[in-house]
């Protein structure tokens, strides 16, 4: 059994900061990419930032230059710290991580989300 739990979500005026955790829990042999996706009212998910083992990263166009991704394969966690923040970033935040456990195939797992309001 594998867990994903965010934490970190709230609400925040435009040009705040937010700092997301995402932490990962269970029968865990590898841990691989982590990453963060958002979801809007009325709009798909979204990627916004990965991290691969090592310390690599890509982000969205939208969020480049104000958040950055960090991970901590010491406890099995994954951050986001979200800076100059926009209205339009107002979005269910989803921790995402590509997770294997002993004797099975690498697979996706996802949290169940935490909300981000950027608003005045």
Request: with cysteine; proline share 3%; aromatic share 8%.
């Amino acid at each position: 059994q594998v867990q994903l739990v965010e934490s970190g979500g709230g609400l925040v005026q435009p040009g705040g900061s937010l700092r997301l955790s995402c932490v990962a829990s269970g029968s865990i042999s590898s841990l691989n990419a982590m990453g963060w996706y958002r979801q809007a009212p009325g709009k798909q998910r979204e990627f916004v930032a990965v991290i691969i083992r090592g310390g690599s990263s890509n982000y969205a166009d939208s969020v480049k230059g104000r958040f950055t991704i960090t991970r901590d394969d010491a406890v099995n966690m994954v951050y986001l710290q979200m800076n100059s923040l926009k209205p339009e970033d107002t979005a269910v935040y989803y921790c995402n991580a590509q997770i294997q456990i002993l004797g099975v195939p690498v697979r996706d797992y996802w949290g169940q989300g935490t909300q981000v309001a950027v608003s005045s």
